[in-house]
């Protein structure tokens, strides 16, 4: 009895299925979908039991909302996972370490000056009137570098 | 040890000075020399040092004497650029925008220390933001 109840299961489950649209069907109805508009980039579809997921970047919030609408529109598409990212336009550059701002801005009044700053060790190099090299070496010292290793040619 | 000897005229005159949390260290071939005093004692160990090793060409000690730690907020500070005015920014970096400029000379008000580089200041106009405390001199 229990035996013809999984058949009978499984008989009406490959039913259901044939009734529904594939997953791989779907797919590419919901990438013809969403890859109409210009604005997504690198985008990934998956769909699996109608359940489609949507990957790639878009430049905002709007254009995610709209194509997560627009997979969604796609007959067979029973719901949609929005896995879209928003693309920061502002390229965040890493900042030098502390040390190297520091220097940068230490050495700013002293435009014959190059300063660099590798493992810690702050290399000068350039040139500087005497009168203002105590006054650049004090500044120098207090940002607490390894060592302050001093090529400049003092005038 | 080598180094200590050296400079031993500066490590001297640091202690005979009373240099606060004097903190004296030798590591890897350079000499570390902490504290926070009084400006006038700064620039006599400075010129020790000068003398010691002439133009600092030999790259061999570090000297972090602090003697603004103790300026307190509402304190005036002169403006001691070189020659231009200082700039006053937003924010504590160079990377912050201007909101405001002092003109060399002119003394402005302490509103806070941001940290050993970045102090906040106000000018008599009312212009407040950051400023570099390398261009700032307390009016003593």
Partial sequence: MALVMVVAFMGATVTGC??????????TAVETAIQANPKLTASGVTVEKGVATLSGQVPDEATKEELGKAAAAVPGVTSVVNNLTIAITNVEIAADSPLAIAVKDATKDFPT?????????????????????QKLMMALNALKPKKVDNQLVIK | MALQ?????????????????????????????????????????WDT?????????????????????GVVEGSKLKVT????????????????????????????TLVGKENDQWWLIKT???????????????VE
Avoid: C, W
């Fill in chain 2, 5 to 45: 000897e050296k400079y031993k005229e500066l490590i001297d005159a640091a202690t005979a000075a009373g240099v606060n949390e004097l903190n004296v260290r030798e590591q890897d071939g350079v000499l570390y020399i902490d504290g926070a005093t009084s400006g006038a004692v700064k620039q006599q160990l």
């Fill in chain 1, 18 to 27: 044939k009734n529904k649209p594939k997953d791989a069907d779907l797919k």
């Fill in chain 2, 49 to 69: 040092y000068e003398r010691l090793d002439p133009n600092y060409a030999s790259g061999d000690v570090v000297m972090n004497i602090n003697s603004v730690a």
């Fill in chain 2, 81 to 108: 650029t070189n020659s231009s005015n200082l700039n006053i920014r937003k924010g504590p970096s160079t990377n912050d925008d201007i909101v405001g400029k002092a003109a060399r000379h002119e003394v402005v």
């Fill in chain 2, 124 to 138: 008599d106009q009312g212009e407040q933001g950051y400023s570099f405390t390398q261009y700032l001199t307390p």
């Fill in chain 1, 113 to 133: 000056v190059t300063a660099t700053v590798a493992d810690g060790v702050v290399t000068l190099k350039g040139e500087l009137q005497k009168a203002n090299l």
